[in-house]
């Protein structure tokens, strides 16, 4: 059988090398792009092929490292195919996005494909020997890429995003290494199976003691600093305003769904009985993350930054979801039907905002082009007359963003409440004034930038070109078609989240 | 076939997004098509069912995993609410004819999202799953934002947030009442008739009933409630004001009776002991709907704007409405539903007199300066409209409000009558605030002399178009049609309530 995980993964490293000689930007971007389809098509090809009973398929198991019993171990399920799905089109949109790119332009797609790499590998491996790798490996490229082609103040932009990522991997390196010293192995599958038949927590004790609950804090730290999970989210405003803003496609859209990932099929498989003794303090964070976030976004000037703290509003409703989910079995149907529900809503939620995210910066990439830079919210108004299609359209990416029913944010948004209010009233009744204030953000940006007196000096504002709309339009399209028949990918999420949850012992 | 209202629109907003910009005149010819046929629908449908309960137009399996389908059905009070809407759809068409014969009107925009709105409108009054009436409900929303912060006048953009916030927050009110309500009945299904069957507990009942009426009542214009609708409605366009006041504020109240009275009947129980003598939340809400009446009469008989004036009256007459409702009699509930249907017609006419008829005119609403320009002379047309219009909307025998303010006076009186006193007042003080509106802005005593001492001659405006006339005909002759034989409506209306659920028909105990 061909290896169809490992050469999606190998793939865009191969095309990475062979831009990074290729010199010419014209050239460099077009094998970027060549590249980033054939990837999209291939992991197409993987989501519509493993059909829907939840199980892993492509799985690929070889022996690495026998001393230690490491194995070289992938396999996807409707979870993994989904984020290889979103990987793609946001790689995709992230390179179409970069038009201008003077400066070692090379380097900059050789590195945005290394990225994308990282993030294949962490959605497909299964052994936490390489799946850390790759975890580790997806941040060196985004640090460089803020680094070297990052907004003023991009230096420390950088290094905090570097530091902050770098203390939750150390975090999860350390429990993971403990798992392997109580265990002997390291691989996601067997740790799941030996937590759900209670042997891994009689393992810990009697090698390690009364650590099971500091593991599993290490390893939160890890994926709250990386979704985020507030307090932990200090790095994300300056990482995301400072980065390009094809870069910041990436971070949001792909890369924190890591952290979303990471909860879903380590945390929860490995630590669900920890998590669910934390519940209550992990759902007030989680609240708060959903309302402050929100919040926050109202007070910013900057549309960047905005943008920024709405993703750690709707990342949100996926930690509430998850946090809600870790109840004890009570047995009956209903609670397992209703935490189906929370989870179908969180991975759904995790595509769509990835899509939503990476479009929407998509279009302040291409105000930023129009306007040499400048995205402060008071700096526009009146676009509407001047440039109809690309508020139209850019209308269409926010209002997905706000929840308007037709377009995808509604049904992952609506999935999760429905799910996490029999669970958690409380926590969901308040974070509904997260959805109140979002509203209240997107109708302001809105207002401020399309609407509104036309200052003189963007009389002349160009709309797009052609080749930005037809660039454009299919992920609205997408947005669209998730909104009204969203039964085409819940089928095949459903499958997996009832597959996953009967595996976790909460 | 009623379905085919809300596709209709829906289709029309997407003729008109896709229209080439040179053919941006003819928006308003092809949003008139799509208005009118959707209006033919509504008829149709509403003849064919005749006086039958309801009818079970669509139910697909939408997400099956969830029990959400897409079901719409129609009993006789959709129906006429269905009517409704379209009526008003055309009409606004009609006075906003003039949109679109000027270069930069954008017009298919203006149109697109009038159709939108229309279709939501549509989708609540049609939809049984609850999922799609919040659907609906919350597509509504967004083109009301845009249509006044677009196309609207004073203070629009505060206007427009104001409004899609007061919005927002009651639907998300609603979706946590939905949610919960979903949950206690065994999260199977989202069906409002199989839901309203579910015997939720009294407890529960107590405190979901209220988040979901107040969350419907404040697009109702509920007091205290109400702030958004003034000053939405005066920084609307035309068009737009004739369908927030028409039909929007009907949806909060469709919901109120559809949804927080239907599923939860015993939320309007009495509490079990009373505060101030206040015992129930019915008690309360009908407490709020006769301030309200009182409140908006009052404040619309000291304003100076023309728009502000017909903006409370708004707020004045949903607190009949409401009122009606929590009559929880059959006269009053069919009284309350009628009152929708002619508060619908009544509201989207004055503000077409106001606003597209004068306004458009005089350029401007101020009642001090509209009394200086003689318009009983200058506008007679004019004048004698809103003398019908006024006289309507008073209650006058013969128009359609008449008979339905009776009917919820008569529900009011055997459940609240210290309430319907203080609600008589309110109707007084609507009849002085129309006669002064009517007497400052036409009919003016101040002498037209300028300061030479000269007479100044009676000002020529623009004849009164085509179009405007069919607005006004399709408007005062549905009134005059319901007000003199109102069986048309009430037979269809009438076996609806009676179908609702038989803990609401005698609840309040």
Known sequence: MMPVLTILTVLPTVAGLVVLVAGRAGVARAIAFISAIASLAISLWVWFAIGADGAMKFVERSSWVPGLGIEYHLGVDGLGALMLVLSSIVTLMSIAASRKVTQQPGLYFALILLLESGLFGTFTALNFFHWFLFWELSPIPAFFLIKLWGGEGRGSAATQFFVYTMVGSVALLLAFLALFVATGSMDFEILARMASSGELASAIQTHLGHVSLWLALAVLLGFAVKVPLMPFHTWLPATYSKAPTPVTMLLTGAMSKMGVYGLLRLALPIFGEELSQIRTPLLILATLTVVAGAWAAVVQKDLKRIFAYSSVNHLGYCLLAIFAVAVPPSGSPALALTQTAALDGVVLQMFNHGLTAAAIFWFLAMLEERSNGQLGIDHFGGLRKPAPVFCGLMGIALFSSLGLPGLNGFVSEFLIFRGVFPLSWLSATVSVLGLLITAAVILTVIQRVFTGPLPERWVGFPDLTTIERVAIVPALVLMAVLGLAPQLVVGTINATVMHLLAGWRL | ?509
Request: proline share 4%.
């Open chain 2, 1 to 509: 076939m009623l379905a085919l209202t809300i596709y209709l629109s829906f289709a029309g907003v997407l003729v008109l997004a896709l229209l080439p910009r040179s053919l941006a005149r003819s928006a308003r010819v092809v949003a008139l098509l799509f208005a009118l046929s959707g209006l033919g629908v509504a008829l149709a449908g509403f003849i064919s069912a005749g006086t039958s309960a309801s009818v079970m137009i669509s139910d697909l399996a939408w997400v099956p995993a969830l029990g959400i389908h897409y079901t719409l059905a129609a009993d006789g009070i959709s129906r006429v609410l269905v009517l409704l809407t379209g009526i008003a759809a055309v009409a606004g068409i009609l006075f906003s004819w003039k949109i679109g014969e000027e270069e930069g009107d954008r017009a298919n925009e203006f149109f697109a999202f009038f159709l939108a709105l229309i279709g939501g409108v549509y989708g609540v009054f049609l939809s049984v799953d609850l999922f799609l009436l919040f659907v609906f409900y919350e597509i509504a929303i967004v083109p009301k934002y845009f249509l006044i912060a677009i196309w609207g006048s004073t203070r629009r953009e505060y206007a427009a947030m104001k409004l899609a916030l007061y919005s927002f927050a009651g639907s998300a009110m609603v979706l946590i009442g939905l949610l919960a309500a979903y949950t206690a009945a065994g999260s199977h299904t989202m069906n409002l008739q199989e839901l309203a069957r579910y015997p939720f507990p009294v407890s529960f009942q107590m405190w979901a009933f209220p988040l979901v009426f107040v969350g419907f009542a404040i697009l109702a214009g509920m007091w205290p409630f109400h702030t958004w609708a003034p000053t939405g409605h005066v920084a609307a366009p035309t068009a737009a004001s004739m369908l927030l006041a028409g039909v929007v504020m009907k949806l909060g109240a469709y919901g109120c009776l559809r949804v927080a009275m239907t599923l939860f009947p015993h939320g309007l129980d009495p509490w079990g002991f009373s505060l101030l003598g206040i015992g129930s939340w019915r008690t309360v809400f009908a407490l709020f709907a006769v301030i309200g009446i009182v409140y908006g009469a009052a404040v619309a008989l000291v304003q100076n704007d023309f728009k502000f004036v017909i903006g409370y009256s708004s707020v004045s007459h949903m607190g009949l409405v409401l009122l009606g409702l929590l009559t929880l009699s059959q006269i009053g509930i069919d009284g309350a539903v009628l009152q929708m249907f002619s508060h619908g017609i009544l509201a989207g006419l004055l503000f077409a007199t106001v606003g597209s008829i004068v306004y458009s005119r005089t350029h401007t609403r101020d009642l001090a300066l509209l009394s200086k320009l003689q318009l009983g002379k200058a506008m007679p047309f004019a004048a004698v409209l809103f003398i019908v219009a006024g006289m309507a909307s008073m209650g006058l025998p013969g128009f359609s409000g008449f008979v339905a303010e009776v009917q919820v006076l008569i529900g009011a009186w055997s459940a609240f009558p210290a309430f319907t006193i203080v609600a008589g007042i309110g109707i007084v003080l609507g009849v002085a605030y129309t006669w002064r509106a009517m007497q400052r802005a036409f009919f003016s005593d101040v002498p037209a002399i300028a300061e030479n001492g000269q007479a100044l001659p009676v000002p020529e405006y623009e004849p009164i178009t085509w179009a405007e006339k069919a607005g006004v005909l399709l408007l005062v002759g549905t009134s005059l049609v319901i007000g003199l034989y109102p069986r048309l409506l009430l037979d269809v209306i009438a076996p609806a309530v009676e179908a609702l659920p038989h803990a609401l028909l005698t609840g309040g105990r």
